[in-house]
């Protein structure tokens, strides 16, 4: 069988993690690579031993041989690039969040549905391990009905390479005080600037860009929201650049009586173990019989099993299921490639790529203006963006 060729358009820090769920399959092959920065795309292609380096983005569009293409690039080209694939009659995966705004994801979808290619979001956490464990033991009533659920997320700072103040800091005295090995992975400088400059990435790199993962497991595990209220603060992370945290988002689910909250906690001093970012994540599922705990899905702070459940008195750990962060994007490349295969839906389809980035936009629109929003009624409007360190500096210099 002739195997479908994949080209990864992007080859910054999370390409590292697309490859693995190509591996092993014999009907999908990661062809080729493209980068604006060629040389990044080179090295990438012979660090993984791929292909095909290509010089263009049209070039890898006018290849007949290219099945599809996965968009791991800075926010504000997720829709231009995504229309231009669908167009050339390229299957498409852009990486989370979607897109900047509802405006962008329209068009996106309408760019799929006109020429029949499958438009997936790819976004890791629906599909980690432990959690799709979770849904399963729900879906078999091992803890009744859903009563509530509750996220706790810490981003931490002390010696790790991955927060972009804590080098600052460990010169302060702050992290250089304490014996402990540095922890994170490596992200460059330049992928900051964009992430920390809100016309470039559409939003907060906490509950803008980093939320739509937890968005789409709210979503995903319960279903559609009616309402959600947000306090969203700033914490300083470098000079005239702050992050959108600490933060608590509250929603309700429609027609149902099930409150969600998400309560987000940037503890500088907070070491946090982990081979990705530093962000500890643990989850409360409570049912009418019992209560599942999910932890571990980005971090691993707390050496406990993955997934616990609490019924009838009892304890059940299961440690069974992978569980590390590369496991979920395994998985979440398995459902590109099978959509096609299958000629189904992926897990997030445009359509609700669009509702988890309505819920992230109605959330921080309602920090904005101090109330609630109705998310059936709610209007995307441009959010006022912040600019980052670059524009900080140049301004500087005027
Ligand atoms: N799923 C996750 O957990 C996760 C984690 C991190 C990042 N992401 C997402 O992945 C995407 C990329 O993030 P990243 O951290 O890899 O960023 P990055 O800055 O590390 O890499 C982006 C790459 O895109 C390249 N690029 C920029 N413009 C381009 C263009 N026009 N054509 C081709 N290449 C271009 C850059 O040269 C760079 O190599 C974003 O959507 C981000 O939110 C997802």
């Not at 910054?12 to 591996?23: D, S």
Request: glycine share 8%; charged share 30%.
């Amino acid at each position: 069988m002739e195997k479908m060729k994949f080209v990864l358009i992007g080859c910054g820090r999370i390409a590292t993690l697309h490859v693995a769920g190509y591996k092993d399959r014999d009907d999908a092959v990661l062809y080729g690579v493209y980068d604006k920065k060629k040389t990044a795309a080179e090295d990438f292609a012979k660090e993984y031993g791929i292909e095909k380096v290509y010089d263009t983005y049209e070039d890898v569009l006018n290849d007949p041989d290219v099945t599809g293409v996965e968009i791991l690039v800075p926010h504000h080209l997720h829709c231009a690039l995504t229309i231009q694939a669908c167009n050339a009659k390229k299957h498409v995966s852009v990486q989370k969040p979607m897109a900047m705004n509802l405006e962008e994801c329209d068009k996106m979808i309408a760019a799929a549905k006109e020429n029949g290619v499958k438009l997936k979001v790819f976004e890791n956490f629906v599909h980690y391990p432990p959690y799709l464990r979770a849904k399963k033991l729900i879906a078999e009533g091992e803890i009744g009905e859903i009563k509530g659920v509750r996220y706790k997320m810490n981003n931490g700072g002390l010696c790790s390479i991955n927060v972009p103040a804590a080098k600052m800091r460990a010169k302060m005295g702050g992290a250089a005080e304490v014996e402990l090995p540095p922890t994170g992975w490596k992200v460059d400088p330049l992928s900051w600037t964009w992430r920390l400059n809100e016309t470039l990435s559409g939003g907060g790199p906490v509950v803008f860009d980093d939320g739509y993962h937890k968005f789409s497991i709210f979503i995903d595990l319960i279903g559609d929201v009616e309402k959600v209220s947000a306090w969203i603060d700033e914490t300083p992370v470098l000079p005239g650049v702050t992050q959108d945290s600490p933060a608590v988002v509250m929603w309700k689910y429609k027609d149902k009586k099930v409150y969600g909250v998400w309560d987000i906690t940037a503890s500088e001093d907070l070491y946090i173990k982990g081979k990705y970012y530093t962000c500890d994540e643990r989850m409360e599922i409570t049912g009418s019989r019992g209560i599942l705990w999910l932890t571990r899905c980005t971090a691993e702070m707390l050496p406990v099993a993955p997934l616990i459940m609490y019924k009838d008195g009892k304890m059940t750990e299961f440690r069974d299921d992978p569980c590390d962060w590369q496991d979920a994007f395994i998985n979440s490349t398995h459902d590109f490639i099978d959509c096609i295969k299958y000629d189904r839906d992926p897990i997030l389809t445009g359509e609700k790529g669009r509702e988890v980035l309505k819920f992230a936009l109605a959330a921080i629109d309602s920090s904005k203006k101090n109330s609630e929003i109705i998310l059936d009624s709610y209007e995307d409007k441009p959010v006022p963006k912040k600019k980052g360190v670059l524009s900080i500096f140049f301004k500087k210099k005027k």
